[in-house]
């Protein structure tokens, strides 16, 4: 593996870096405080073609690579976390899945509306029974003629309230061992009996939109189902694998905004007649956050890198996903203490990171699924 970017990769790099510190940074404070979803700013997103990267030009996408769209959901979450997540979201698991299972008529109609940014897409894995256990859906979709009727509930689901379907999953029947047959269902966000909420008060991510849903006898026609009917399981953990690429990523975003307010901070911060980046204790802090930014970085580059030339990735993207989130999570803690008193107000800006970041340690799939999976893949 080259480690150097390609001369596509740093173009994506600098024109993202330069969208998002001009039209998302700025307001990135305000839209925590107002828990505002930026949706104008997603349709800029759009017009640069952001929302399409990873997807071929036929579908309405840029033809980009895994890295390239890391590149881009890193520098969207250095800028805001909670528009990154939403960023993420929107490619990996709204769009994603369509493009990986999809029909070729899904993929006309439903990704590349999403590929050109008109539209945004969600998906809905998780309900209040079923988290890490998503096996465990208790949401059902009974076929009635040529109509799936959807009944039950998910929760936390990301930008369904600004999209133009929800990626649904459910359970459709029972396989020959009597074990749930889960599919995944697109439903179009208009259809009767699809209520969307969006009213969680969340402690970080707060201009990412996150919706409840509930569906009473919601029906879509049969084509809806992605894919094969029978495989919305093994859907879902292929669609989990690549979306923690962009977890991995984004994670390396926050920490690297929360290294550069440490770093900036120790050399303006005068304290026994020095500034505090000339105490070995600061300097000490400092080279451990840049040195574990940068190696969650590299894993973030190897595994979305070995997606791109078709191998396996789970394990890697596993480690990128575990690793990256618990080291911004240590950065944007140690960012706070070298800020002292000033890192815990909210005017500098700092405490939001850490707020960010905790998610990263959540969302899709827990540290301790991370974990598991890995063993997993070690054989255990
Ligand atoms: C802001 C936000 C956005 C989200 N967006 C989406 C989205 O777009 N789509 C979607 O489908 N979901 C989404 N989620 C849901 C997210 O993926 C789940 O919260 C996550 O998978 C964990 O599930 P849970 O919260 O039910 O925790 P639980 O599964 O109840 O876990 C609770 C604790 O038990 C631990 N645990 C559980 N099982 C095991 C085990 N076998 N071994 C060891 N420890 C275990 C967990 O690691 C955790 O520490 C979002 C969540 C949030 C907060």
């Known amino acids: 593996m080259n480690f150097a970017l390609t001369k596509e990769q740093q173009m994506i790099k600098e024109m993202v870096r330069d969208f998002a510190e001009k039209e998302i940074a700025p307001y990135a404070a305000k839209w925590d405080e107002e828990a505002h979803f930026p949706v104008e700013v997603f349709k800029k997103m759009g017009e640069l073609g952001l929302l399409g990267i990873p997807f071929p030009e036929k579908y309405g996408g840029a033809g980009g690579d895994t890295i390239s769209y890391a590149i881009a959901v890193e520098e969207i979450g250095r800028a805001c976390g909670g528009t990154g997540l939403s960023y993420a979201a929107a490619v990996s698991l709204g769009a994603s899945p369509i493009y990986y299972f999809g029909t070729e008529e899904q993929k006309q109609k439903w990704l590349v509306p999403m590929a050109k940014g008109e539209t945004l897409g969600a998906f809905g894995l998780t309900e209040p029974n079923a988290g890490s256990d ?8 009974v076929l009635d003629g040529d109509e799936y009727v959807i009944n039950g509930e998910k929760c936390w689901i990301t930008n369904a309230q600004y999209s133009r379907q929800v990626i649904v999953t459910a359970v459709t029947g029972k396989d020959e061992r009597g074990k749930n047959i889960i599919s995944a269902i697109i439903v179009p966000t208009d259809t009767p009996g699809f209520t ?13 939109n996150t919706c409840e849903l509930i569906f009473e006898n919601v029906r879509v026609p049969k084509e809806n189902v992605l894919g094969d009917a029978k495989k919305g399981f093994q859907q879902f953990l292929y669609t989990l694998d690549g979306g923690r690429i962009s977890i991995a990523a984004l994670a390396v975003g926050i920490a690297q905004a929360a290294f550069e307010k440490a770093l900036q901070y120790a050399k303006e911060r005068v304290q026994f007649g020095q500034t505090i980046s000339k105490f070995q204790a600061i300097q000490f802090k400092l080279a451990d956050m840049a040195m574990e930014i940068e190696l969650a970085r590299n894993m973030v580059y190897k595994a979305a890198w070995l997606k791109d030339q ?42 939001r990171h850490l707020r960010d970041i905790k998610l990263m340690e959540i969302g899709e799939g827990t540290s301790e699924i991370q974990r598991l999976v890995i063993a997993r893949q070690l054989g255990c």
């Open 196 to 208: 969307i909420r969006s009213n969680y008060d969340k402690m970080g991510v707060r201009a990412s």
């Open 310 to 351: 078709g191998k396996s990735f789970t394990k890697e993207a596993s480690f990128a996903k575990l690793f990256a989130s618990e080291m911004g999570f240590r950065v944007c803690n140690q960012a706070i203490q070298i800020h002292g008193g000033y890192g815990y107000m909210k005017e500098y800006g700092v405490e």
């Open 134 to 141: 998503a096996g465990g859906t208790q949401t059902t979709a």
